[in-house]
């Protein structure tokens, strides 16, 4: 069974730091690219990462470009984290790891059916 937990989610202060981990499993982790979304409370759900098989970067948001950095574990069990620093208010949302052959549709709005796998969100919120 294709699987990915998504966890690390929590209350962080504006300026602060926090760590999203994405564990996979159910499926070979060298055949996809993995990314994160993240979805604001009364907003559409956006692309925020996305790294593709052979471990580039192919797409990083405007709005976390140079603040949001994603990589890959394959030591641990096939882990992809997204390390988020200097947060800001308008970052709180349900962050999502998802997986597909390809970055493509980390941009633009797809249907979750679309997606090769698509895991439980964790909620971040940043307070001001």
């Known amino acids: 069974e294709v699987q990915l937990q998504a966890s690390g989610g929590g209350l962080v202060q504006t300026g602060g730091s926090l760590r999203l981990s994405c564990a996979a499993s159910?499926?070979?982790?060298?055949?996809?690219?993995i990314g994160w979304f993240r979805q604001a409370p009364g907003k559409e759900r956006e692309g925020v990462s996305c790294m593709s098989s052979r471990n580039f970067v192919e797409y990083s948001s405007d709005s976390t470009a140079g603040r949001f950095t994603i990589s890959r574990d394959k030591v641990k069990d096939d882990v992809v984290y997204l390390h988020m620093n200097d947060l800001k208010p308008e970052d709180t949302a349900v962050y999502y790891c998802?997986?597909?052959?390809?970055?493509?549709?980390?941009?633009?709005?797809?249907?979750?059916?679309?997606?090769?796998?698509w895991g439980q969100g964790t909620l971040v919120t940043v307070s001001s």
């Open positions: 159910g499926f070979t982790f060298d055949d996809y690219a």
């Open positions: 998802a997986t597909d052959i390809w970055c493509d549709r980390w941009r633009g709005y797809h249907s979750i059916a679309d997606y090769h796998s």
